[in-house]
T-cell receptor, first 116, second 110 residues
Framework: EPEVTQTPSHQVTQMGQEVILRCVPISNHLYFYWYRQILGQKVEFLVSFYNNEISEKSEIFDDQFSVERPDGSNFTLKIRSTKLEDSAMYFC??????????????FGPGTRLLVL | RKEVEQDPGPFNVPEGATVAFNCTYSNSASQSFFWYRQDCRKEPKLLMSVYSSGNEDGRFTAQLNRASQYISLLIRDSKLSDSATYLCVVIGDSNYQLIWGAGTKLIIKP
């Protein structure tokens, strides 16, 4: 069964450093998402991406964040100048544009980011 | 008011029992609803979609009450492997953004 993959599984970085989280969505999917989950808290939407551009972003997704689909398979989340509060699990998700609003987003296993 | 609210639990339930969770949502225009399951430090996985007429999948039954803006999940004959956090998810009014509840933790005891 196809699956979303994410690398690295864990990332430790110093405050102020830049990190790039990588995702390989399911190959025929066209919509891509990043979510984050701070330990013990709920999952939060960051950004959605379609047709090589951001289609929607949350208040969390400020100028510190950027996304890119550099080639036909990877989808990246870059966090510039990381802060302590960026420590969280970051999930990538993708979906096929099914007809109607009922659809399933498939989640990757996540990257656990720890900012020291 | 939070967009999606759930009782955080934990619900401690003996194996074999029936357990029910409720979730309320604030946006009356929401059209799609889901229950996800999340094991500790793992990614959320879709458990089931919630349809207007209610739906059942094995031991799991989901129902939607639009008038009161809540959805429910019923688990019958609970198994030890059902122990997890159950996340109520609502699609917002734009671009298929998922709005997540904080989850209800379920612990099934032998």
């Amino acid at each position: 069964e196809p699956e979303v993959t994410q690398t690295p599984s864990h990332q430790v970085t110093q405050m102020g450093q830049e990190v790039i989280l990588r995702c390989v969505p399911i190959s025929n999917h066209l919509y891509f998402y990043w979510y984050r989950q701070i330990l013990g808290q709920k999952v939060e939407f960051l950004v959605s991406f379609y047709n090589n551009e951001i289609s929607e972003k949350s208040e969390i997704f400020d100028d510190q964040f950027s996304v890119e689909r550099p080639d036909g398979s990877n989808f990246t989340l870059k966090i510039r100048s990381t802060k302590l509060e960026d420590s969280a699990m970051y999930f990538c998700a993708s979906r096929w544009p099914a007809g109607g609003i009922q659809e399933t987003q498939y989640f990757g296993p996540g990257t656990r980011l720890l900012v020291l | 008011r939070k967009e999606v609210e759930q009782d955080p639990g934990p619900f401690n339930v003996p194996e074999g029992a029936t357990v029910a969770f409720n979730c309320t949502y604030s946006n009356s225009a929401s059209q799609s609803f889901f229950w996800y399951r999340q094991d500790c430090r793992k990614e959320p996985k879709l458990l089931m979609s919630v349809y207007s007429s209610g739906n059942e999948d094995g031991r799991f039954t989901a129902q939607l009450n639009r008038a009161s803006q809540y959805i429910s999940l019923l688990i019958r004959d609970s198994k030890l492997s059902d122990s997890a956090t159950y996340l109520c998810v609502v699609i917002g009014d734009s671009n298929y953004q998922l709005i997540w509840g904080a989850g209800t933790k379920l612990i099934i005891k032998p």
